[in-house]
């Protein structure tokens, strides 16, 4: 009988930590992130823009910093307020929030682009952020009159 009780205890204490475990991060102390949305219109040019959904469930805020790809000389991040287009060097990514990169709004710009991508490849990128590690995407070139129906 004792030994039953015994196991019953240890059981219940096994299932109140799997309880607080959740995914590994009890306080919801760190950023937890996710891509989503990303495209980039075939470019006309030697530069292109990026678009995409950066998704952050945990509870602590981040910043995307810095974007590197090898189809580019450069990659910037830009801010777009009104008719004013700005290079920063980040971007917050709220705590459960989003950040969003779409026309018209803020986006990356591909500068000094090796070749020109065409519509049905994709463009390999590498996102930094201050404080989560690295985040590789496959963005899928799209039309150069893409307009995404989701709205990120």
Same mark, same amino acid.
């Given at each position: 009988?004792?030994h ?6 240890? +059981? $219940?204490?096994? #299932?109140?930590?799997?309880?607080? %475990? @959740?995914?590994? !991060? ?6 937890d ?10 470019p006309?040019?030697?530069? +292109? $823009?990026g678009f #995409?959904?950066?998704v952050?469930? %945990? @509870?602590a805020? !981040? ?5 590197t790809?090898?189809?580019a ?37 591909f ?42």
């Amino acid at each position: 009988m004792r030994h039953l009780a015994v196991s019953a205890a240890v +059981a $219940a204490g096994a #299932l109140a930590l799997t309880a607080c %475990g @959740g995914s590994g !991060d009890p306080g919801g102390t760190k950023a937890d992130l996710s891509v989503s949305s990303s495209y980039i219109p075939q470019p006309v040019s030697d530069m +292109a $823009a990026g678009f #995409l959904t950066i998704v952050n469930k %945990g @509870g602590a805020k !981040d910043a995307l910093t810095s974007v590197t790809s090898d189809a580019a000389g450069s990659v910037t991040l830009h801010r777009t307020a009104g008719q004013s287009m700005r290079q920063v060097t980040s971007l917050d990514v709220p705590a459960h929030g989003r950040l969003v990169l779409e026309t018209g709004g803020n986006h990356l710009m591909f500068e000094k682009l090796k070749r020109k991508p065409k519509q049905g490849e994709k463009v390999t990128v590498e996102l930094h952020f201050a404080d989560s590690g690295p985040i590789k995407v496959e963005m899928p070139v799209k039309p150069a009159t893409y307009q995404p129906m989701n709205g990120h």
